[in-house]
């Protein structure tokens, strides 16, 4: 409770000594509201959260039977269930994933039907219990690269490189499982946007490059570094195959041409296009519909293109292009990776599993939940963590290898409709029904048919953007994403990954170690601000006001310390230089961005409160947070600032009262508001409180 009187502003010596005494272990968050509590400590843990289907197929039925309770309304958020939005989209994208999951397949360097296994019994296990509600989880183009890296690296080929991955998505499993089972979910908070931008800017040029001499025609080995690949398909460049040179670059500028008219904006904005001006334009018109399905479906029809192509150039005695050849499988066969395990790499696979744990996570987490916020619908990182595990498990009892959400698939299920894991129950069928069905198709389909859908996805995940933007707001945070992109592109994504890491921890050290501090000085309206942007800032007689816009810790204390008494010297210097015969009495520390203090920090308070003490001055601090205030109560801050000359205010303008000399110390009202606030307020380092006296 702040007291209403100045004079009761002021934490002295016998506030201290009455205040602590009186504190004892206690939870203020019990006196509150459930709903308020929950804002606190969060949602308490409940085990049908490990099935959500236990909680949202109930209300699913009650949507269908129009029959919604308020409670269904409130979870749904601003997307309510919908039937024929998840079988359409469910249907959509089950035919979009098609073509997709055999090129990742093939990107990773493994035979196409791996890409089936994987994009079947994976789907049913995040949609039972999956709680992102719009994800489309499965192979995708970062997952494949990071999985055939990791077999590269271990030298697996043929059969037991389909062991390997089925046994790197087992190790993706547990490792998820883990994480998941020790509510590991915060970890995404700590994964830097910046860093993984530029790790997934430079994922998508070393993907696209990879498919070069397959658009070629050419024969190259697989290359562990970027460079090398380009190196060697500038040898061979001059012997490409015309047909399927001329295949291969057609469908991709038919992809990328309707990626762009279905990105190109509004009705107005096409119209004054040169080119998009003469395609419809009118969102409502049958036309524009029928165009827009095209492009939502452009990778199954550029693989259906492709499949006619390929039957023209066989029926006129073409035979140059590689067709996928035979799928060696007449269905799925589910059975726990196998092969002679003495001889596994596993500490190469077991570190590349950590990655691509982390990095699946993120990528699951960026696309759902910005859909979730979106549509203001809840999500459990946690749950997360615990469905992809599940996920990959299922993936490697069906010979498959890692998969996680995928951003393309998962947008063109929120675009058509999706508002459950319905939707991805009905991709799998869609898989299922394709893999006894449509086989023997596949195993006449031009490679270099999937080879545009590749570099058409890679592409589209880089975010050169963000360089730009970084270099304008944030430099360090620049050079960040600039080293991580050039290992990437140097060595391996995993070297390039772990730079990012690194870089990024230093960074934040460095961020804490060297905060802002700031010299103040009272403006027009009274506040207190910058001396170095605001000119007109005067700063008081007789103290300097000083600001640090961070925690005290350890790695910062004494360089505040040091700045502090910078400050008083500096201040002294001009008195003099002045000759106002105005000596500095006072050091000000406004502590309103201040919201903790380590022990560290608290002894360096008093060592330089006793200098300035030796010094004829004293040390205020000031704008006291709660909890910060209770802290400094425990450790006695306020009984020797008093014994020095000093004291602990709430307000900056109690202080300036105590250095203009306006102020009554009342000790027996500081005890009584001090007494009362420390009581209310729970300490955020030792999660303990205070019991109202009785």
């Known amino acids: 409770m702040m007291p209403n009187n100045h004079n009761s502003n002021v934490i002295g010596k016998a506030a201290d000594a009455n205040s602590v005494s009186t504190l004892e272990a206690g939870e203020p968050e019990a006196l ?32 269908l039977r129009d029959k919604q309770t308020a409670a269904d309304a409130s979870a749904v958020g601003t997307l309510p269930f919908s039937l024929t939005g998840d079988v359409v989209a469910g249907l959509t994208v089950g035919f979009m994933l098609l073509p997709q999951c055999l090129a990742f397949a093939l990107l990773a360097g493994l035979p196409v039907r791996v890409g089936l296994y994987s994009s079947f019994l994976p789907l049913l296990a995040y949609a039972l219990f999956g709680s992102l509600r719009q994800v489309q989880v499965g192979p995708t183009a970062l997952m494949s690269l990071l999985t055939g890296g990791a077999l590269d690296a271990a030298g697996y080929v043929g059969e037991d490189r389909v062991a390997a991955a089925s046994l790197l998505a087992l190790l993706v499993a547990a490792t998820n499982l883990l994480l998941g089972i020790l509510r590991f979910g915060f970890v995404a908070d700590f994964m830097s946007h910046s860093v993984m931008a530029a790790f997934v800017s430079a994922s998508g040029i070393i993907i696209a490059t990879s498919q070069l001499k397959t658009m070629l025609g050419i024969k190259i080995p697989r290359s562990e570094y970027w460079w090398e690949t380009v190196h060697d398909l500038s040898q ?162 069906m010979s498959g290898f890692p998969v996680t959400g995928g951003f393309s698939r998962t947008a063109v299920n929120a675009l058509f409709g999706a508002t459950s894991q319905v939707a991805g129950g009905l991709t799998a069928l869609v898989v299922l029904v394709a893999m006894y069905a449509i086989m023997p198709v596949v195993e006449l389909l031009p490679q270099v048919a999937l080879a545009p859908l590749i570099i058409q996805g890679a592409l589209s995940v880089t975010s050169f953007h963000s360089f730009a933007t970084a270099f304008r707001t944030q430099r360090s945070e620049f050079f960040v994403m600039l080293a991580t992109f050039l290992m990437s592109m140097g060595l391996t994504v995993k070297e390039g990954l772990i730079t990012g890491f690194v870089l990024s921890a230093i960074k934040l050290m460095f961020d804490v170690a060297v905060p802002n501090m700031v010299l103040c000085g009272q403006v027009k309206d009274g506040s207190f ?129 105590i250095v203009n000399g306006s102020e009554e110390l009342s000790r027996l009202e500081a005890d009584e508001a001090v007494g009362d606030l420390l009581r209310r307020v729970r300490s955020p380092s030792t999660g303990q409180g205070m019991k109202r006296r009785k």
């Open 32 to 63: 509150l509201p459930k709903e308020y509590r929950e804002v606190y400590t969060g949602q308490p843990f409940k085990l049908s959260a490990l099935f959500p289907p236990v909680t949202w197929l109930p209300a699913y039925i009650r949507s």
């Open 236 to 397: 061979k460049v001059d012997k490409s195959d015309p047909p399927t040179f001329i295949m291969g670059f057609t469908l991709l500028f038919f992809l990328m041409s309707l990626k762009a008219w279905k990105t190109a904006g509004h009705e107005q904005k096409r119209s004054a296009h040169p080119v998009w001006r003469w395609f419809p334009r009118d969102k409502k018109s049958l036309p524009f519909r029928g165009l827009k399905l095209v492009a939502d479906l452009s990778s199954v029809v550029s693989v259906i293109l492709g499949w006619d192509w390929g039957l023209c150039y066989r029926a006129g005695g073409i035979d140059s292009v590689v067709l996928v050849g035979k799928t060696d499988t007449s269905g799925f066969e589910m059975k726990l990776p196998g092969g002679n395990l003495a001889q596994v790499d596993w500490s190469g696979l077991l570190a590349s599993a950590i990655a691509i744990c982390l990095i699946g996570f993120m990528e699951t987490v960026a696309v759902g939940g910005k859909l979730a916020a979106q549509y203001r619908y809840k999500y459990d990182p946690n749950q997360e963590l615990l469905s992809l595990g599940l996920a990959n498990a299922a993936s490697a009892v």
């Open 529 to 657: 601000r910058d001396i170095r942007h605001y000119p007109d800032a005067v700063m008081p007689d007789q103290c300097v006001i000083v600001r640090l816009d961070a925690r005290i810790s350890f790695p910062n204390a004494n360089r505040f310390q040091d700045f502090c008494l910078r400050a008083a010297m500096a201040k002294q210097s001009l008195e003099l230089a002045k000759g106002s015969g105005q000596e500095l009495k006072y050091v000000v520390m406004d502590f309103k961005s201040v919201n903790r203090i380590d022990i560290t920090g608290i002894e360096m308070l008093e060592a330089l409160a006793e200098t300035l003490h030796q010094r004829g001055q004293s040390l205020m601090l000031a704008n006291l947070k709660g909890p910060v205030a209770r802290q400094l109560a425990l450790g006695h801050v306020g009984v020797r600032l008093r014994e020095l000359g000093g004291c602990l205010c709430w307000n900056m303008e109690q202080a300036m009262g």
